[in-house]
């Protein structure tokens, strides 16, 4: 199964800053993962995964709308399989990608560099696709040809990926994550 992919629509999580979200103690009953935070969440809004597709593809996860996620250490995880339909901009889903940072506004170097990486190969697979952020996706209310921050349904990602892929998709120094 394969779709045609128009977008590349870049989200977060809209969690707190450098929160990687991981609890519990690894390799035990009680830990949860990014992925799986996000995943109760999307369940918790009602999202809902094929089954048939599950099977295939990251069985535990029954809700998650985002193809990818990147966490705080910039490690890069699969939500739904690529050629699934994501649930993650009502009205640009059927031929879209969804990528998550986790946080809200202020992302980690490891997280820049992945996001960059994990863009880069994106647009080498899908050519044709476009890069925008969730908040690009806005109605334009006004009718002037651009959805300015008034007309933002959502502030997601955080920043303004124009800004970011003019400045050849490095870390917009406002929006970096330090540990205090």
């Not at 009602?46 to 048939?52: E, T, V």
């Not at 990528?99 to 980690?108: N, S």
């Not at 959805?147 to 120094?173: Q, T």
Request: aromatic content about 8%.
């Amino acid at each position: 199964m394969s779709r045609q992919i128009n977008l590349i629509v870049i989200h977060c999580a809209a969690t707190p800053n450098g929160d990687s979200l991981f609890r519990g103690s690894p390799g035990t009953p009680s830990q949860r993962t990014p992925v799986q935070a996000i995943d109760a969440m999307h369940q918790a809004r009602g999202f809902r995964r094929s089954p048939k597709v599950r099977q295939a593809w990251n069985p535990d996860l029954v809700a998650i709308g985002y193809h990818f996620l990147i966490y705080t250490n910039g490690a890069v995880v699969t939500g739904r399989a690529p050629a699934e339909i994501g649930a993650h901009v009502a009205g640009f889903n059927a031929k879209s990608l969804g990528i998550c940072l986790i946080g809200t506004d202020r992302f980690t170097a490891l997280q820049w560099d992945a996001l960059r990486v994990l863009v880069a190969g994106l647009q080498k697979t899908y050519p044709e696709a476009g890069v925008v952020g969730h908040r690009d996706l806005s109605p334009d209310t006004d009718g002037d040809g651009k959805v300015e921050p008034h007309e933002w349904l959502k502030i997601c990602p955080g920043f303004s990926v124009a800004d970011w892929l003019a400045g050849g998709m490095a870390p917009l120094s406002d929006h970096l994550w330090e540990p205090a």
